[in-house]
């Protein structure tokens, strides 16, 4: 049963820096693709970033991209999100998700840690 | 980027009707389109993928259909816990996409 934690939420100022985590288990974490999702206060889904199985392929939505950076370390099971130049537009709850490759479906998502960009 | 329209917004209807609920795409994503669900405060589930695959545990009262541009959910007869957001959702082109979603609430 797989099983994603986010953590590294937090309230911080426009401009500043955070980094997100997702803790997996349950299942063999280097064999899938990971995506982050976010979700503004009562708003939609929006696809964020992707990041193959290995690391070589990253995909960016538009918003983010030059300003959020996806890595994995698949030693730790761990998928991260340094998000720099943070905009209050940034905030939401940003859940992180699963699939069998960078354009497979999302079959996994974890609960989400909310991040608040305000000053 | 591809962008994806849900109708109607909002559908009001009562338990054990037909929910019909619509996805457009502005070009063609081909079967590269999948449906999730997601209540109050509550993470989004899987219900179809490839436009028409039920995803596992998902009761036969969901299906999917269309291509190219245009898909529909179907929830045959709605049940109490049913009533939740429904987002679509296309892995056809970079940026992926989902549609704002359709709030199907009990009249």
């Known amino acids: 049963q797989a099983h994603l934690v986010e953590s590294g939420g937090g309230v911080v100022q426009p401009g500043r820096s955070l980094r997100l985590s997702c803790a997996a288990s349950?299942?063999?974490?280097?064999?899938?693709?990971m995506h982050w999702v976010r979700q503004a206060p009562g708003k939609g889904l929006e696809w964020v970033a992707v990041?193959?199985?290995?690391?070589?392929?990253?995909y960016y939505a538009d918003s983010v991209k030059g300003r959020f950076t996806i890595s994995r370390d698949n030693s730790k099971n761990t998928l991260s999100l340094q998000m720099n130049s943070l905009r209050p537009d940034d905030t939401g709850v940003y859940y992180c998700?699963?699939?069998?490759?960078?354009?497979?479906?999302?079959?996994?998502w974890g609960q989400g840690t909310p991040v608040t960009v305000s000053s | 980027e591809i962008v994806l329209t849900q109708s109607p917004v909002t559908l009001s209807l009562s338990p054990g009707e037909r929910a019909t609920l619509s996805c457009r795409a502005r070009?063609?994503?081909?079967?590269?389109l999948d449906w999730y669900q997601q209540k109050p405060g509550q993470t989004p589930r899987l219900l179809i993928y490839?436009?028409?695959h039920r995803a596992t545990g998902i009761p036969a009262r969901f299906s999917g259909s269309g291509s190219g541009t245009d898909f529909t959910l179907t929830i045959s007869s709605l049940e109490p816990e049913d009533f939740a957001v429904y987002y679509c959702?296309?892995?056809?082109?970079?940026?992926?996409?989902f549609g704002g979603g359709t709030k199907v609430e009990i009249k």
């Open positions: 998700a699963r699939a069998e490759a960078v354009r497979a479906v999302l079959v996994s």
């Open positions: 349950g299942f063999t974490f280097s064999n899938y693709a």
């Open positions: 959702q296309q892995r056809s082109n970079w940026p992926l996409t």
């Open positions: 990041i193959s199985y290995d690391g070589s392929d990253k």
């Open positions: 070009e063609s994503v081909t079967t590269y």
């Open positions: 490839d436009a028409s």
